[in-house]
């Protein structure tokens, strides 16, 4: 599908609004909205519960944005984490060193300045006054704050080798180059695990890391034919990797990454030992051994999984000659798991009897009761929203005390008692996994 | 109980860290660790699910921490979210214009400098050179990402007067007062709703969302004596305000601010209007008027919120001449729901079926297993960590498949099959609203 067509149905959904929109926008920044807030909660939701509860083997963190300024020395980002850029001494274009290919400016012809640094990490100033503050970073990725946190979450959760820290949350890049809707974007968050293995035991954990992840896009309804893996080569690698794959599916523009698995070797834990003087090695009861664990991270863009889920479950159908466009998510991703319609709204038993239904799913689930339009229009408008099943109060419901539930994807419709109706869904919901 | 009591037990039990602890920590900010974020995750849910999909009447949101800067203009924030400041020219000291009682500096008897005026928001700069960037803030408060999307969420949910948007999320102050644990911290987490009624119906409104929010703490199991309604006095009302009341509960270093119901009036979405050019006008079909929403605003703090249910739920009891510390939180939200032990530890078919019964929750909610103590110590430290249910394995276990479930409030334990397991605990869990 077209980029164009997708963002066109996020801001009339009510999926992703451009930020700040009535001021015309922040460049590449994004909000979600009623229906993209449920979607992101659900993705964010669907890998916790994947890689936190479902595993014996992982502990989680809330790792906060700012962080103390050292961090970001050792790790290497305020040395490294930086384009060089140049200016045309004619145009006043500026551009990225490493996309020229002449020594000459692209548009003019003119000549380049001398390339200077450009670090990507947002700066800002804490403390009581400009002129007696110091300057920290927001965070580029999550990672870090998982790495400063190691000895606390093995001590305190007496865990032994492997085992991983799972986090999600929010990083901050000030990119050069933006755009593809959400894909790349300054404030973007992360899913990211770092998994503590021994040295040695680094490339099999690689290994399986890599199909776990795989698996889970998969097991969420993303087809087979529209993933794919591509390794690193050598001199793609960043400093502190000793291997990296990507996932990447297959985007309006192209195949383009959407998780990315990284061997980080013992980099990280050993810089941070050597900066802060502090010992962040392990002690292997078993073998008495003490060593700097290696870490393989699986470290996914929330983002980029939303924009995923939603390019892949877009489908356009023709039923009856009218075109149908439906959101095919998976049901524990879909924004909104019940809609109840009344099929008539200027019958007050009816929309009664419809509100009640909707009010007794409680805090379950999110459903939502809606009689803004026609039957037809109510079940097109839940089709491109996502919804898996909606239910349909008519006149024949205040007699028999039965609704109709449609199914999105096969259109069939059923006829339950509203005394089973919670039961019958649920059940329905349970087989997609929520 | 004191505040020193509860930090060591959130340090010892992995709860909240200080954030970059390995650096010396970085002032005032905070990292949950594995329960925590469990914790802080179940209290966002449970606002959630309240306030979202237990009504008819709200919409959710998750915007962007970067605005456009305009917003801040428009807000007030740039010319009025500043403390005054002064300085002693004799021993250099900082204070705060409005804490001091003289003219003189409190410690050394010093001239002070002229006041001078101190923004708390977080300034950093966005685009692609130092000099050509634009300055931008960190969202001193969750508030404005739902103004400024007013209209596009009026107009894609179809919604009428009265309705709510609900958002969660980080929001950051450069505090020169912090402390008291994560009370009063630099960077935060809100939990915002801003609620959109007729003029007119404002005050009722407020009156039914003082009642609400009130509700809510209590509901989840916070003791009533230890909340109290706080209205402001004219006099320190914000400029937007025209009624403000606070939830305040009985911290340990007294009666604070919990949550802050306000009147925010037609302020904010007419300062918008005004600003951006754009109508932030609602039409009410019914009677054809048009008129600018009153808004009334329950603003929660995440972080404040965990607190006072830790200091809430924390008791000490003697048991058996025994001294037991329970943190006896609510069953949504203690971070761990269910804990697996087995009584041999060095029997395999024991640990085996312990692992395999964990492993059967598989992802519906977290729990854990555990044999790194005798049985006794397990349950003491379960007791500390708001465990609801022990699950015990033992050697009758093997040969009539039954388990005992203790509970951790009343500790009678039960002796139940393992094919029932499942069931009993989820129907145990639900009692507790999970």
Chains 1, 2 share one sequence.
Request: hydrophobic share 35%; proline share 3%.
């Amino acid at each position: 599908m077209e980029m164009e067509k997708l963002v066109s149905l996020c801001k009339r959904r009510g999926f992703i609004f451009q930020s700040s929109e009535v001021y015309g926008g922040l460049e590449s920044t994004w909000d979600y909205g009623p229906l993209g807030v449920e979607l992101k909660r659900n993705v964010k939701e669907a890998w916790w519960r994947s890689v936190v509860y479902e595993r014996n083997d992982m502990e989680g963190l809330d790792a906060a944005i700012l962080m103390h300024p050292s961090v970001w020395v050792a790790s290497g980002h305020v040395d490294g984490f930086a384009d060089l850029m140049v200016d045309c001494k004619g145009c006043k274009k500026r551009f990225r060193l490493d996309h020229l290919k002449e020594k000459k400016c692209p548009d003019c012809g003119g000549e380049l300045t001398e390339p200077r640094k450009f670090n990507l990490m947002f700066k800002t100033q804490v403390g009581s006054l400009e002129d007696t503050a110091s300057s920290i970073y927001l965070r580029p990725e999550t990672a870090q704050g998982i790495f400063v946190n190691f000895e606390n979450v093995l001590t305190t959760s007496r865990r032994k080798l492997p085992f991983g820290i799972a986090q999600t949350g929010k990083a901050f890049r000030n990119e050069v180059t933006t755009g593809n809707f959400t894909f790349r974007s300054r404030e973007f968050e992360q899913m990211e695990i770092e998994y503590f293995v021994k040295p040695g035991t680094d490339e099999e954990w690689y290994k399986k890391w890599i199909q776990d992840r795989f698996d889970w896009y998969i097991s969420l309804g993303i087809k087979k034919e529209n993933l794919k893996l591509r390794p690193h080569a050598k001199d793609e690698l960043a400093h502190y990797a000793k291997a990296c794959t990507d996932i990447e599916y297959l985007f309006p523009m192209g195949w383009s990454e959407l998780e990315g698995i990284a061997n980080r070797t013992d980099f990280d834990l050993k810089q941070h030992a050597a900066s802060s003087g502090k010992d962040l090695s392990y002690f292997d009861e078993a073998t008495k051994e003490r060593f700097v664990p290696y870490v393989i991270e699986p470290s996914g863009g929330v983002d980029r999984a939303v924009l995923a889920f939603l390019v892949d479950s877009y489908r356009e159908e023709m039923v009856r000659n009218d075109k149908r466009v439906v959101l095919g998510l998976h049901k524990a991703l879909a924004p909104i798991k019940v809609a109840v319609l009344p099929l008539l709204k200027n019958r007050p038993e009816i929309v009664e009897m419809a509100l009640k239904i909707k009010q007794g799913f409680g805090k379950s689930f999110k459903a939502v009761y809606d009689d803004t339009a026609s039957i037809g229009r109510l079940y097109r408008r839940q089709d491109e929203t996502g919804t898996p099943f909606c239910v349909t109060v008519d006149v024949e419901s205040l007699s028999d005390k039965k609704v109709t539930v449609r199914d999105r994807d096969t259109m069939q419709q059923d006829r339950v008692g509203v005394d089973k109706l919670k039961e019958y869904l649920d059940g329905k919901l349970k087989e997609g996994g929520f």
